[in-house]
């Protein structure tokens, strides 16, 4: 699974999203995989809610929805800045995104990431056809987008 995951990594340079989603069941061992990919690439992963999380606890409820797109840019700013220049973002514990009162889409946001670099990233939901689903649909923090314009890799 290693070796599919390089290839792919290889291969999106081109794309316009340059974004590979990891992707099955919870235990399924997507953060593993992420994490041999780290340590053969000698990177380390983001930890996005712990990095996020300690962000936005700065910052004023009523601004950390606009903020958080924002610090998440700065944050993998800051990973991009220690790592080689050619180097995948590695994003992994993104359930923080889906917060409701946040009012943004992590689709989309971890999206605009992959626009410049590479980006892994572990997608804390499953895979439905073609819909990346995250929490039954009667959870608040429910949602489904298509999986268009994102490389998906089955684990």
Same mark, same amino acid.
């Given at each position: 699974? #290693?070796? !599919?995951?390089?290839? =792919?990594? *290889?291969?999106?340079?081109?794309?316009?999203?340059?974004?590979?989603?990891?992707?099955?069941?919870?235990? *399924?061992?997507?953060?593993? #995989?992420? &994490?041999?990919?780290?340590? &053969?690439?000698?990177?380390?992963?983001?930890n996005v809610g712990l990095?996020?999380?300690?962000?936005?606890?700065?910052?004023?409820?009523? !601004?950390?929805?606009?903020?958080?797109?924002?610090? #998440?840019?700065?944050?993998? =700013?800051?990973?991009?800045?220690?790592?080689?220049?050619?180097?995948?973002?590695?994003?992994? %514990?993104?359930?923080?995104?889906?917060?409701?009162?946040?009012?943004? %889409?992590?689709?989309? =946001?971890v999206r605009r990431l992959?626009?410049?670099?590479?980006?892994?990233?572990?997608?804390?939901?499953? =895979?439905?056809?073609? &819909?990346?689903?995250?929490?039954?649909? *009667?959870?608040?923090?429910?949602?489904?987008? *298509?999986?268009?314009?994102?490389?998906?890799?089955?684990?």
């Open positions: 699974m #290693l070796a !599919k995951l390089e290839r =792919l990594i *290889s291969e999106i340079g081109d794309l316009n999203s340059k974004l590979i989603l990891l992707v099955g069941p919870s235990r *399924s061992g997507k953060t593993q #995989l992420l &994490r041999q990919l780290s340590a &053969r690439l000698n990177i380390e992963p983001l990095e996020l999380g300690r962000r936005l606890a700065a910052t004023p409820n009523n !601004k950390r929805g606009f903020s958080a797109g924002e610090l #998440l840019r700065e944050i993998a =700013l800051l990973e991009a800045f220690g790592e080689r220049g050619e180097a995948p973002l590695l994003l992994d %514990n993104l359930e923080l995104l889906f917060e409701p009162s946040l009012q943004i %889409n992590p689709l989309d =946001l992959a626009h410049s670099r590479r980006v892994v990233a572990v997608w804390p939901g499953e =895979l439905r056809g073609d &819909r990346l689903i995250y929490a039954d649909m *009667s959870h608040p923090e429910h949602r489904d987008y *298509s999986q268009d314009g994102v490389v998906v890799l089955e684990i």
